[in-house]
T-cell receptor, first 115, second 116 residues
Framework: GENVEQHPSTLSVQEGDSAVIKCTYSDSASNYFPWYKQELGKRPQLIIDIRSNVGEKKDQRIAVTLNKTAKHFSLHITETQPEDSAVYFCAASNWRGFGNEKLTFGTGTRLTIIP | DAGVIQSPRHEVTEMGQEVTLRCKPISGHDYLFWYRQTMMRGLELLIYFNNNVPIDDSGMPEDRFSAKMPNASFSTLKIQPSEPRDSAVYFC??????????????FGPGTRLTVL
């Protein structure tokens, strides 16, 4: 089955700086890579996702890059703000085009933005 | 829509007791997922359903765990008998099958289970 590794497990950055979280996956058939954000005591929520037919996707201050050859993908947050403090999870699945398939999650990165 | 609804939000029980967690997915969604979250193991998929049919239960830890989805608007996760190591936050999530765009899973607020 799929195995997703995520690094680092904790990350502290100064407000305004950039944060990068990296994930690797094992199953070359995986083609869908979402990122979820979980604030303290709250539920995980999707913030961005990418499919294997693109190498990069941006949404305002967040971006995700994918390297299929190396089987890794990364989340980039620029101009970090205090509200970015949360736990971020990467995930991978083999999306076959007709429905949702199970996600394998990474172990999470606790991001702390220092004011 | 109210989103995914879970009950109870908190459950404290004693070892050996039966525990039933409940979930109401978003209306119209045809996938339902049960996850368990702990500090040690992160977010683990236990089981998921498509159109009320269990598709993959390989994440269910052992026979003490069972899940049902009798109709499109209700699912249960039962633990019998419960053990202290079952203490965790249990999330239910639902999604709508799509051929393009985001296959977003919408999570419920979770049930925090404590087994003494």
């Amino acid at each position: 089955g799929e195995n997703v590794e995520q690094h680092p497990s904790t990350l502290s950055v100064q407000e305004g700086d950039s944060a990068v979280i990296k994930c690797t996956y094992s199953d070359s058939a995986s083609n869908y890579f979402p990122w979820y954000k979980q604030e303290l005591g709250k539920r995980p929520q999707l913030i961005i996702d990418i499919r294997s037919n693109v190498g990069e996707k941006k949404d305002q201050r967040i971006a995700v890059t994918l390297n299929k050859t190396a089987k890794h993908f990364s989340l980039h947050i620029t101009e970090t703000q205090p509200e970015d403090s949360a736990v971020y999870f990467c995930a991978a699945s083999n999306w076959r085009g007709f429905g949702n398939e199970k996600l394998t999650f990474g172990t999470g990165t606790r991001l702390t933005i220092i004011p | 829509d109210a989103g995914v609804i879970q009950s109870p939000r908190h459950e404290v029980t004693e070892m050996g007791q039966e525990v039933t967690l409940r979930c109401k997915p978003i209306s119209g969604h045809d996938y339902l997922f049960w996850y368990r979250q702990t500090m040690m193991r992160g977010l683990e998929l236990l089981i998921y359903f498509n159109n009320n049919v269990p598709i993959d239960d390989s994440g269910m830890p052992e026979d003490r765990f069972s899940a049902k989805m009798p109709n499109a608007s209700f699912s249960t996760l039962k633990i019998q008998p419960s053990e202290p190591r079952d203490s965790a936050v249990y999330f239910c999530a639902s999604s709508l099958a799509g051929t393009s765009g985001r296959d977003e899973q919408f999570f419920g607020p979770g049930t925090r289970l404590t087994v003494l």
